[in-house]
């Protein structure tokens, strides 16, 4: 009897520790929490400044791009319309 009398004060201590014990964990965990989230803070500042450059970039490239194709278009241009000089220079030799 005197058992199930301290029963419940046992059950209460107990469920005490393991709360203390939650909020302790709890209140550990915070600052790995707030140190990660200033890591994804600080890489999505990175992440911005990066597309930001590349957006400024990127106009400029696609000119560069485009003078590139124009010079190669120009240069098989060139190569289809060039007779071959030697067939042409060099007499037949007997």
């Not at 520790?17 to 550990?28: C, M, V, Y």
């Not at 560069?64 to 241009?77: H, K, P, T, W, Y």
């Amino acid at each position: 009897m005197f058992a199930a009398v301290l029963a419940g004060p046992r059950v209460t201590v107990h469920l005490v520790r393991r709360l203390f014990a939650a909020g302790l964990e709890a209140a550990e965990s915070v600052p790995r929490i707030a140190t990660t989230l200033d890591e994804v803070r600080a890489t999505l500042r990175h992440l911005e400044r990066l597309l930001t450059y590349v957006a400024q970039e990127l106009p400029e490239l696609s000119d560069q791009l485009d003078r590139i194709r124009a010079r190669v278009d120009g240069l098989d241009e060139h190569a289809r319309t060039a007779t071959p000089r030697r067939a042409v220079e060099q007499p037949a030799q007997r």
